[in-house]
């Protein structure tokens, strides 16, 4: 009796660490990354954001180009109930001053700034986490070679450099397709992949002459192998942190981009040419330029949020 | 030490010739020909004074001869004429370097003076209102694009409230000493440069102090019965402050190529604005001569920094 006690209490506590083993550290951090309200809240932001972006077509009212000029720089509908004259049903957030609806465009510019966001951002991972890894791995002169290269861009003010290759090549073939859009993911890839490259390749440094790395070598992996299977899951926290905060990099700039002129042409709708074309109205109605900057503020917060809550999930010592 | 900084310039230069190079390629493979743009319009001009013209500033020759003419010069202190100006590009820049650094030391003055009080003030007060109020700061501070709260400041202190002057360093007119008159030109456009830096700072601190004043020695500084002040400020602060020497390393070189959307909003006379301008209009010896001054500057302070830091902090070894 008593012994079969001991027993069911052994494979219980057996059970108990077999079920604990099982939690590895990616669905720890994606407990703790769950457990973080305003991670969560960003995150259910940039769903929303992403649900926008692709059913635009169908859930805006209007067409983001059309113009319907007698139902111009109409307010949006709540500023009825504080004595504005200019509202219409038809415009729930009003209208630009082409009578174009602010709440379509807004819907539709989501598009522009979720893919200025990811696009690049998946050029960047690429490029720079196979130039990093290859670099850090392989060593010698190719190390020596792509970190010169690497230098390069890392002493390029950012900025500065993104605006002369899109100032600069906004005539040619490259700048017209897809409305601009192309040259401007060219030069925020360009300019970004540094920084993760030589993340990377710090990380690899300092993993290479781990005993797994030897034992993968010992028993005959390729170095390719060993990248991909071994070196990359080790390095993909910091990472996926690094990249979490590339996004809304990457959306400022397309907004400065579009404020200074250079960015998606028009009349393609964008938060940030809302903005700058809402300022040549603003002495009449606030609105066309209120919106638009409230969205870009709210979708940066939202992925920085979610940065914030991954960088604790992942590695609560990590600073970055 | 010495040694370091030197291996640290000559690896400079390899990497400021690359530069020049993209750069050169960048605005040379552009269609469009500066000679045309600039005479564009203009009557009585031939098209023999154009290509006159190609030749004297040597945009006939192919590519490679192009830039090693550019490059020959530059080596010499010559960057060549502006197209649009007619005077020397590296003089040009010159004359607005003044007004850039004029912002981004005010700017980066502010972004210490605030960020660092309040990332301490918040470390000190965990979970109170005040470090709430702070943290929220830090990561809006972040979320607001420069060129929006230029304009929004702009209409509502210049236009609407007309406190401040909205435009330039110095009103028409005024003696260039005037400094109250440079003052008021001044506060806005650095305000709203500093604002994402003083939100990054007053996070970094917030986090460097929590961590510092966790430490043994803190512990044992307050055993040893000394005050709070003195504990925090003598002993936890000086620590907390090791990392942000690395930030400061980049920021002005950052700044000043940041100030460049604040200089367009509030046409500040500034490389930056001028760079840009130079861009837009195919200014070649200007674009390159920008561009080389800005990377020279991130690369020196990028040396700056990390000899500060070894300087700093003994525990680091430079080799």
Redesign the interface.
């Given at each position: 009796m008593a012994t079969t006690a001991v027993s069911t209490r052994r494979q219980a506590a057996q059970h108990d660490l077999a079920a604990r083993k099982q939690r590895s550290l990616w669905r720890d951090a994606v407990w703790r990354l769950f457990r973080n309200r305003a991670a969560i809240a960003g995150l259910a932001v940039i769903v929303f954001a992403a649900f926008v972006a692709i059913f635009a077509p169908i859930i805006a009212p209007y067409s983001p180009i059309q113009q319907n000029t007698p139902k111009q720089l109409m307010e949006p509908i709540w500023t009825r109930w504080f004595g504005s004259q200019f509202t219409d049903s038809g415009y729930l957030l009003g209208s630009d001053e082409l009578g174009r609806d602010i709440l379509t465009r807004l819907m539709y510019g989501t598009r522009v700034s979720l893919i200025v966001g990811f696009v690049p951002v998946a050029v960047i991972f690429v490029v720079g986490a196979s130039i990093g890894m290859v670099s850090g791995y392989v060593g010698g002169w190719v190390d020596n070679l792509l970190m010169?290269?690497t230098?390069?861009i890392y002493?390029?003010?950012?900025?500065?450099?993104v605006?002369?290759?899109v100032?600069?090549?906004r005539?040619?073939e490259l700048g017209t397709a897809m409305d601009g859009l192309l040259l401007i993911f060219v030069a925020l890839a360009i300019v970004n992949w540094v920084g993760l490259a030589r993340l990377i390749r710090g990380q690899v440094l300092s993993l290479k002459h781990r005993e797994f790395i030897e034992a993968a070598r010992a028993i005959g992996a390729t170095p390719v192998r060993i990248m991909i299977r071994h070196l990359f899951p080790n390095v993909l926290a910091p990472v996926i942190v690094s990249l979490a905060f590339a996004i809304?990099g990457a959306m400022?700039t397309e907004?400065?981009l579009s404020?200074?002129g250079?960015g998606v042409r028009p009349p393609t709708p964008t938060w940030?040419a809302m903005?700058n074309e809402g300022?040549i109205v603003?002495q009449a109605t606030p609105w066309p330029?209120l919106l638009p900057?409230f969205c870009?503020?709210?979708i940066?917060?939202a992925f920085?949020?979610v940065g914030?809550g991954l960088r604790d999930a992942l590695d609560p010592r990590m600073?970055i | 030490m010495w040694k370091y900084v030197l291996r640290r310039l000559l690896?400079?230069i390899?990497?400021?010739l690359?530069?020049s190079i993209?750069?050169f390629l960048?605005?040379r493979?552009?269609?469009?020909d500066p000679v045309r743009l600039y005479t564009f319009g203009a009557l009585n001009v031939t098209e023999e004074d154009i290509q006159g013209l190609r030749a004297y500033y040597g945009l006939d020759q192919p590519l490679w001869i192009q830039y090693v003419s550019w490059i020959t010069k530059v080596v010499r202190g010559d960057f060549g004429m502006s197209l649009q100006y007619h005077q020397p590009a590296l003089g040009l820049l010159f004359e607005r370097m003044g007004a850039t650094l004029q912002l981004a030391f005010t700017a980066l003055f502010l972004q210490l003076a605030i960020g660092i009080p309040l990332g301490v003030m918040a470390a000190l007060r965990r979970g109170s209102w005040v470090d709430n109020v702070i943290r929220v700061f830090g990561?809006?501070g972040?979320?607001?694009?420069?060129?929006?709260l230029g304009?929004?400041a702009i209409?509502l202190v210049s236009v609407t409230l007309r406190l401040l002057p909205s435009q330039g360093v110095l009103t028409v007119g005024k003696d260039i000493w005037d400094v109250p008159d440079r003052i008021r030109h001044i506060i806005m456009p650095s305000f709203v440069l500093a604002l994402a830096g003083i939100a990054n700072y007053s996070r970094y601190l917030r986090?460097e102090t929590l961590d510092v004043i966790s430490q043994d020695y803190v512990r044992t500084a307050h055993a040893k019965g000394l005050g709070e002040r003195t504990v925090v400020y003598v002993h936890a602060l000086r620590n907390a402050l090791i990392?942000m020497v690395t930030a400061l390393g980049g920021i002005l070189?950052?700044l000043?190529?940041?100030a460049?959307?604040v200089e367009?909003v509030f046409t500040w006379p500034g490389v930056?604005q001028f760079?840009?301008a130079a861009?837009?209009s195919?200014d070649y010896p200007v674009?390159m001569a920008?561009?080389m001054v800005?990377?020279t500057l991130?690369?020196l302070s990028?040396l700056i920094r990390d000899v500060a830091y070894a300087i700093v902090d003994p525990r680091i070894k430079v080799k």
């Open positions: 010169r290269f230098d390069i002493a390029f003010p950012d900025l500065l450099f605006i002369i290759i100032a600069t090549l005539g040619t809304p400022l907004a400065t404020f200074l250079i940030g903005i300022f603003f330029v900057a870009i503020s709210i940066l917060l920085t949020f914030d600073k | 690896y400079a390899p990497t400021l690359g530069i993209i750069v960048v605005t493979l552009a269609p469009g990561v809006i972040h979320a607001i694009p420069q060129f929006w304009l929004m209409i986090t990392p070189a950052v000043v190529s940041g460049l959307v367009q930056g760079t840009y861009a837009r195919r674009i920008g561009v800005a990377s991130l690369v990028y």
